[in-house]
């Protein structure tokens, strides 16, 4: 009688599927911080906005040189610092694009150990039903022997 099927590669194919966990983990975080810079990115341009608003309204009310300047440095800073986010989004994204890359190819390497399973489970299917018929002919012929001999 055959032995429990037991895939030749199993602790390979447990270490690339954690692997892969892995991977795909690594790959979340990274979008998760690409939302955060451009969440961040937003919040600046709301500011940029807001404060353009409140400069326009001084300018027309009239207000002091020293006290408009400040406000402009002020939305000029603002500006830079969202210029430093789109940078910031844009190497994320190139890290995303690289990683995906990474879970592409730990995924191929489960699905080739997947297909090999597949293929030696078939196997050892195959060679339990030869095992069966055996068992069954030599059932049957010590019947028959066993018959004859009545």
């Known amino acids: 009688m055959l032995k429990k099927f037991q895939f030749s590669l199993q602790k390979l194919m447990d270490f690339r599927e954690q692997e892969l ?11 998760a911080d690409l939302r955060r810079i ?3 990115r937003e919040i600046l341009l709301d500011k940029v906005d ?3 608003e ?15 300047a400040m406000r402009k440095r002020y939305i000029v800073t603002l500006q830079q610092e969202i210029h430093l986010k789109e940078q910031q989004a844009l190497q994320k ?3 995303i694009e690289q990683q995906l890359g990474v879970v592409v190819e730990a995924t191929k390497d489960v699905k080739t150990l997947e297909k090999l ?11 339990a039903g030869k095992e069966n ?3 069954i002919e030599e059932f049957v012929s010590g019947q028959t022997v066993r018959a004859a001999n009545r």
């Open 133 to 135: 018929e055996q068992f």
């Open 50 to 52: 807001e404060q353009s």
């Open 38 to 40: 451009q969440e961040a």
């Open 21 to 31: 966990d892995r991977q795909k983990n690594t790959l979340s975080m990274l979008q």
């Open 93 to 95: 994204q190139q890290e």
């Open 117 to 127: 399973e597949e293929k030696q489970l078939e196997e050892y299917n195959h060679q």
């Open 54 to 68: 409140q400069l326009e309204r001084v300018c027309r009310l009239g207000s002091s040189a020293s006290d408009i």
